[in-house]
């Protein structure tokens, strides 16, 4: 591969990537284009209340508007851009559009309990002055800090460990809610939930995907049941069928996500679901 481009790229050693150096370098550049371009936006996934199938809140999950290639996945360019570094500059985009758009949704509801949850990676949470700057983006958008909810996923944990507790347990104090996010995939998941100073888990679809079978169920169940032993909120994702929303209803978790409520949508096609479920 590296050969047939002209010998002078050489492969990233990651096979994740399955990007040349060259490739990387030019993802990177359009990146930082797009960044200058504001070609970041988040589109909103509903999370539902079990019980009643009521929209509670958003996840914001980023989207890259690119001039030719269409709307793009994270999967496109996560990793690049957090190698690069260029992830904050863009998760700050993405935080912005978010909570903006969360007050315009609690002024079309008349109610400002809305939810909206936006991730962090390690990188943007332990980045100089990242908290500081997030809350003010909530103060100045004039959002209550408790509809901001913070997804963070094991890893951060695990590589920043007391620094990343510490910024957790700040985020808290001044009331923004905090997530546990794709619970279960990292190498230590339990030690994590021990520590963390969270509201909420979220566990990874990787088991409600295999919760059809008896061995899945009852680990979902064991993972909800220590959550809850713990004063934690359960949100399950990946619900793709009534069959799996019905089970992880019947194991008490609290909220569900998935393909079966709705795909990730624009900030207008969240809008109208939200005003039609009213
Ligand atoms: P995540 O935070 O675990 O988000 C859930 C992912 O699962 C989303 O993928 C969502 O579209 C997808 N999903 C939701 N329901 C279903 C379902 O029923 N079936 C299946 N197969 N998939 C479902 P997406 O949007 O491609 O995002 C992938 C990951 O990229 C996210 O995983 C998150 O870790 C990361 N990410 C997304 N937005 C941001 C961001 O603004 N900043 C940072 N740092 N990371 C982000
Ligand atoms: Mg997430
Ligand atoms: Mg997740
Ligand atoms: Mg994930």
Same mark, same amino acid.
């Given at each position: 591969?590296?050969?047939?481009?002209?010998?002078?790229?050489?492969?990233?050693?990651?096979?994740?990537?399955?990007?040349?150096?060259?490739?990387?370098?030019?993802?990177?550049?359009?990146?930082?284009?797009?960044?200058?371009?504001?070609?970041?936006?988040?589109?909103? %996934?509903?999370?539902?209340?079990?019980?009643?199938?009521?929209?509670?809140?958003?996840?914001?999950?980023?989207?890259?508007?690119?001039?030719?290639?269409?709307?793009?996945?994270?999967?496109?360019?996560?990793?690049?851009?957090?190698?690069?570094? #260029?992830?904050?500059?863009?998760?700050? %985009?993405?935080?912005?559009?978010?909570?903006?758009?969360? @007050?315009?949704?609690?002024?079309?509801?008349?109610?400002?309990?809305?939810?909206?949850?936006?991730?962090?990676? !390690?990188?943007?949470?332990?980045?100089?002055?990242?908290?500081?700057?997030?809350?003010?983006?909530?103060?100045?958008?004039?959002?209550?800090?408790?509809?901001?909810?913070?997804?963070?996923?094991?890893?951060?944990?695990?590589?920043?460990?007391?620094?990343? #507790?510490?910024?957790?347990?700040?985020?808290?104090?001044?009331?923004?809610?905090?997530?546990?996010?794709?619970?279960?995939?990292?190498?230590?998941?339990?030690?994590?939930?021990? %520590?963390? !100073?969270? %509201?909420?888990?979220?566990?990874? @679809?990787?088991?409600?995907?295999?919760?059809?079978?008896?061995?899945?169920?009852?680990?979902?169940?064991?993972?909800?049941?220590?959550?809850?032993?713990?004063?934690?909120?359960?949100?399950?994702?990946?619900?793709?069928?009534?069959?799996?929303?019905?089970?992880?209803?019947?194991?008490?978790? @609290?909220?569900?996500?998935?393909?079966?409520?709705?795909? !990730?949508?624009?900030?207008?096609?969240?809008?109208?679901?939200?005003?039609?479920?009213?």
């Amino acid at each position: 591969e590296a050969k047939r481009q002209g010998g002078a790229a050489t492969v990233i050693s990651d096979p994740a990537l399955h990007l040349t150096v060259q490739q990387q370098f030019e993802t990177e550049a359009e990146l930082r284009a797009a960044i200058e371009q504001d070609a970041f936006e988040p589109y909103y %996934q509903p999370i539902v209340d079990l019980e009643t199938r009521a929209v509670v809140g958003f996840e914001a999950l980023v989207r890259w508007c690119h001039p030719r290639r269409g709307v793009l996945p994270p999967a496109a360019f996560l990793e690049v851009a957090e190698t690069s570094g #260029l992830i904050d500059a863009i998760g700050k %985009q993405v935080i912005e559009k978010a909570l903006a758009t969360l @007050r315009t949704w609690h002024e079309a509801l008349g109610r400002a309990t809305l939810t909206i949850a936006v991730n962090v990676s !390690p990188r943007q949470l332990c980045a100089p002055g990242f908290v500081e700057w997030l809350l003010a983006a909530v103060t100045k958008c004039g959002v209550p800090p408790e509809t901001v909810k913070v997804e963070i996923t094991e890893s951060a944990v695990l590589d920043q460990g007391e620094k990343t #507790l510490a910024i957790l347990s700040r985020l808290r104090g001044v009331g923004l809610q905090v997530m546990l996010d794709d619970f279960g995939t990292g190498f230590s998941s339990l030690s994590c939930l021990y %520590q963390i !100073p969270a %509201q909420a888990i979220k566990i990874d @679809r990787s088991f409600v995907a295999v919760i059809d079978t008896q061995r899945g169920y009852d680990f979902v169940r064991g993972v909800v049941d220590l959550a809850h032993a713990l004063g934690l909120d359960v949100v399950c994702e990946g619900v793709e069928t009534e069959a799996q929303h019905a089970q992880v209803k019947a194991l008490g978790a @609290r909220w569900g996500q998935g393909y079966l409520y709705s795909r !990730p949508v624009t900030s207008d096609q969240a809008l109208a679901m939200l005003l039609c479920g009213q």
